[in-house]
């Protein structure tokens, strides 16, 4: 835990630049995730959506999820549940078009709350994928252009609560997968922990932190990087106690734009065979609708052969 990549983003703009952007660098390449201290969201902002987020499961959710998930996924079970997740959620779209005006029960305040946290991780999310552009040697504004599409990237947020549990050894809180998407901005709870990620053949604890956000790269950016930077597998263990909350929100592609890596990142002798494939963002998420707890090499493999169908036309600038 010890070795977590944990970025300071307020180094970024002294001497210690260098170091702080080959850390961001080596997380991507190694652990596919990384931990931000000192993003610039104040932290009273984000103790108060915390506040209105446990508020609002415990007054709107948690009864339904005891009547439903929890009496359901457990009944008679004797073996591990590998069908459904110990996990109550709702979603929130931000763009291209917001519906947060339709989401039901939700407290102005918290309604309110969340458009503005949204506001801040888009931003957030935009200066992160300029950071990989430094990294990756790729013009600033590439990898924005690249999820640009005809109406711009779009934005959701997930909004989790893992209630106690008491046979986690019989089923996930979330189980095991890659993110299909662009980048993952995660507000996550600081005391109940659960969240682990798969390196070196290892689960690994992604450490609960007060006011950090946790960054994960999803399989686009493996598409666009060809490989150089992975999205990795990650779950969440259910826990016996405390009520984990997690914020997820998801800076993806547009549906219609059209993924491929960057010209730049495929070496010229590289053989056609281990380059990524070319694909519509849409197409990939309508497979990865099935598949989504299954290995990711095999959908990359699926989009390979529908290549021939995807006209490639040059990255829409925004």
Request: hydrophobic letters at 40%; proline letters at 5%.
């Amino acid at each position: 835990m010890e070795n977590f990549p944990v970025i300071n983003m307020e180094k970024l703009n002294g001497e210690e630049r260098a170091a702080t952007m080959a850390k961001i660098n080596d997380a991507c390449e190694n652990w596919g995730f990384f931990e931000l201290i000192n993003h610039s969201i104040p932290h009273e902002f984000m103790d108060n959506l915390e506040r209105l987020a446990k508020e609002h499961y415990k007054k709107r959710m948690e009864q339904r999820f005891k009547e439903l998930v929890a009496s359901k996924a457990l009944e008679g079970a004797k073996a591990e549940v590998n069908d459904m997740d110990w996990e109550s959620t709702f979603h929130v779209r931000h763009l291209p078009q917001s519906n947060i005006s339709e989401i039901p029960d939700l407290e102005d305040e918290y309604r309110k709350v969340i458009k503005e946290f949204a506001l801040k991780l888009e931003k957030l999310a935009e200066e992160l994928l300029d950071l990989l552009c430094e990294n990756l040697g790729l013009e600033k504004g590439y990898l924005k252009k690249a999820f640009y599409g005809s109406k711009g990237p779009t934005f959701g947020t997930k909004v989790s609560n893992y209630p106690p549990c008491p046979q986690p050894e019989l089923i996930k809180g979330l189980r095991a997968h890659t993110d299909a998407g662009g980048i993952i901005l995660l507000f996550q709870d600081h005391k109940v922990s659960g969240l682990q990620l798969l390196k070196d053949g290892q689960w690994i604890d992604v450490p609960p932190m007060r006011h950090s956000i946790v960054i994960n790269l999803g399989d686009q950016l493996e598409v666009i990087t060809n490989g150089k930077y992975k999205s990795v597998l990650h779950r969440v263990i259910a826990q016996t106690d405390g009520n984990r909350m997690s914020i997820a929100s998801f800076y993806n592609p547009g549906s219609d734009a059209v993924i491929y890596p960057a010209p730049a990142l495929v070496e010229k002798e590289t053989e056609e065979k281990n380059v990524y494939p070319k694909f519509v963002f849409e197409d990939y998420m309508k497979l990865y609708a099935g598949l989504k707890f299954q290995a990711k090499e095999p959908r990359f493999e699926v989009m390979k052969s529908m290549e021939a169908n995807v006209k490639l036309d040059p990255i829409a600038t925004a």
